[in-house]
């Protein structure tokens, strides 16, 4: 749209009358609508380490985590998107030491998944309220229901069995007693709730050395879904 400005006006006049006709053209653009602001969450960092059963002290640090949550990319409460960030590294005194470490979360619908950062050898996290049916899922998004819980893997490595079929992996190899796994923004879609939503962060660190090998697990803080 032109805009024609009388020549009898000054010249501050003149702009001024220019920048407001600008103004009113692009305002009926911005009314259409405003999109729902995402949630960001910063979680705690923490650092826990376990002595073995041979004497080898595993430590687990956990840095950098956040999230960022969408309420609904669909529209409706059933469904949610969260963008998640984070980082382990894991150190072992035997640094003869072998590991995988997996990383990931745990998504429960109408469920609470336990209270403060803690870290667990062989052994699964509190989750109340309700019958609890856990299930495990990889990729970018899971689906669950009232009083269910799944697990969402961050990394699911494929590779090909013995037989020539496909097999996964959850966790990243290290060796020399020492390795780090960082994600950003992984996306992880919760389908089917449609009551309230949690999910808490998790490091599965399975263990070598020349005398035991163990599993330990490291949880973070819960955190809401919406």
């Given at each position: 749209?032109?805009?024609?400005v009388?020549?009898?006006?000054?010249?501050?006049?003149r702009?001024?009358a220019?920048v407001?006709?600008?103004v009113?053209?692009?305002?009926?653009?911005?009314g259409h609508?405003v999109?729902?602001?995402?949630t960001?969450?910063r979680l705690p960092?923490?650092t826990v380490?376990?002595?073995?059963?041979?004497?080898?002290?595993l430590?687990?640090t956990?840095?950098r985590e956040?999230a960022r949550i969408?309420?609904s990319l669909?529209g409706?409460?059933?469904?949610?998107?969260a963008w998640v960030?984070?980082?382990?590294?894991?150190?072992?005194s035997?640094?003869?030491?072998?590991?995988g470490?997996?990383?990931?979360?745990?998504?429960?619908?109408?469920l609470?998944?336990g209270?403060?950062?803690?870290?667990?050898?062989?052994a699964?996290?509190?989750?109340t309220?309700?019958t609890?049916?856990?299930?495990?899922?990889t990729g970018g998004?899971?689906?669950?229901?009232?009083?269910?819980a799944?697990?969402f893997f961050?990394?699911d490595?494929e590779?090909q069995?013995p037989?020539g079929?496909?097999?996964?992996?959850?966790s990243i190899?290290f060796s020399g007693g020492?390795g780090?796994?960082s994600y950003?923004?992984?996306?992880m879609?919760i389908?089917?709730?449609?009551?309230?939503?949690?999910?808490?962060s998790f490091a599965?660190?399975?263990i070598?050395?020349?005398h035991?090998?163990?599993?330990?697990?490291?949880?973070?803080?819960p955190?809401?879904?919406?």
């Amino acid at each position: 749209m032109k805009t024609s400005v009388p020549q009898n006006f000054s010249r501050r006049a003149r702009r001024l009358a220019i920048v407001v006709a600008g103004v009113a053209t692009i305002a009926p653009i911005v009314g259409h609508g405003v999109a729902q602001a995402d949630t960001q969450v910063r979680l705690p960092g923490q650092t826990v380490s376990k002595k073995l059963a041979d004497g080898t002290t595993l430590t687990i640090t956990r840095s950098r985590e956040s999230a960022r949550i969408n309420p609904s990319l669909g529209g409706t409460p059933l469904h949610r998107n969260a963008w998640v960030s984070g980082r382990y590294d894991v150190t072992s005194s035997d640094k003869k030491a072998r590991f995988g470490i997996g990383s990931g979360y745990i998504v429960g619908c109408q469920l609470t998944l336990g209270g403060k950062s803690t870290s667990q050898g062989n052994a699964t996290p509190n989750m109340t309220e309700g019958t609890v049916t856990a299930t495990a899922q990889t990729g970018g998004s899971v689906t669950i229901g009232p009083g269910q819980a799944a697990t969402f893997f961050v990394n699911d490595r494929e590779y090909q069995d013995p037989f020539g079929g496909r097999a996964h992996d959850q966790s990243i190899k290290f060796s020399g007693g020492e390795g780090a796994v960082s994600y950003t923004n992984a996306t992880m879609m919760i389908n089917g709730c449609a009551g309230y939503a949690q999910a808490r962060s998790f490091a599965k660190v399975q263990i070598m050395t020349e005398h035991t090998t163990q599993v330990v697990w490291m949880y973070g803080k819960p955190f809401s879904l919406g």
